[in-house]
């Protein structure tokens, strides 16, 4: 099936801007605008073959939030729920993009959605967020889905200049229709989410828990 025309030249001047503007492309005619066996027409047609195009850029929403164990006496930083690291909104909708800049920072957005057969149930998804500059932080996520089976769930929160939470004792309800190839949306619940203490000190336990919205994902691993 022939491709759209991405541009036309019709000089060889405009030859050479064809090629500076169509990367990737193929000329399906002459020089002189003529096929073979046909009368030239003094024009040449650049196509630009659409699996050249770079794929969007993968993009994220989340909100978390950091509060007592409900389960646990160990101390936690705050004595309530208490909004943690956000990036983007859910309402309305504001995904932000890998390298974008956002608030004081620049955004880094990188996950996998990956199927694991044809049914369109079974899952593995991580993904890594992160936001430079004072008000940012990162968030990582991994889980195996499989059709209502979730398992494998591993979720960590950290604000800059504060403490990083990792957890791999989570819940996770995923949104209906919040997973498929390239994309997740769900919500991670982790009652005993333990600080990263990379300088040493007394560790603290809090119920941690995030919204977390991917699009745009690899689908391969």
């Known amino acids: 099936m022939p491709r759209p025309a991405a541009c036309v030249a019709t000089s060889a001047v405009g030859l050479v801007l064809a090629f500076v503007s169509c990367t990737k492309s193929e000329i399906l005619s002459t020089t002189d605008g003529g096929t073979s066996g046909s009368p030239g027409t003094s024009g040449v047609i650049v196509r630009q073959d659409a699996s050249d195009e770079p794929p969007p850029p993968a993009r994220a929403i989340v909100e978390t939030s950091i509060g007592p164990s409900p389960v646990t006496r160990e101390p936690c930083p705050v004595d309530k729920v208490t909004p943690y690291f956000t990036l983007g909104t859910f309402s309305p909708p504001a995904p932000v993009d890998d390298r974008a800049a956002y608030t004081n920072g620049i955004a880094s ?47 960590t929160v950290g604000k800059n200049g504060k403490e990083e939470y990792l957890s791999n004792d989570c819940t996770l309800d995923i949104h209906a ?25 007394k560790d603290r336990l809090c119920w941690t828990r995030g919204q977390v ?9």
């Open 177 to 201: 229709s919040g997973i498929a190839a390239g994309r997740f949306w769900g919500d991670f619940s982790c009652v005993e989410g333990e600080t990263l203490l990379l300088g040493g000190g």
């Open 213 to 221: 919205r991917l699009e745009n994902c690899r689908q391969n691993l």
């Open 109 to 155: 957005v990188y996950c996998n959605v990956t199927p694991k057969d044809a049914t369109g149930a079974n899952f593995d998804v991580s993904g890594s967020i992160e936001l430079s500059g004072p008000d940012g932080g990162k968030v990582t996520v991994s889980a195996y889905v499989r059709g209502t089976s979730v398992s494998g769930v591993v979720f």
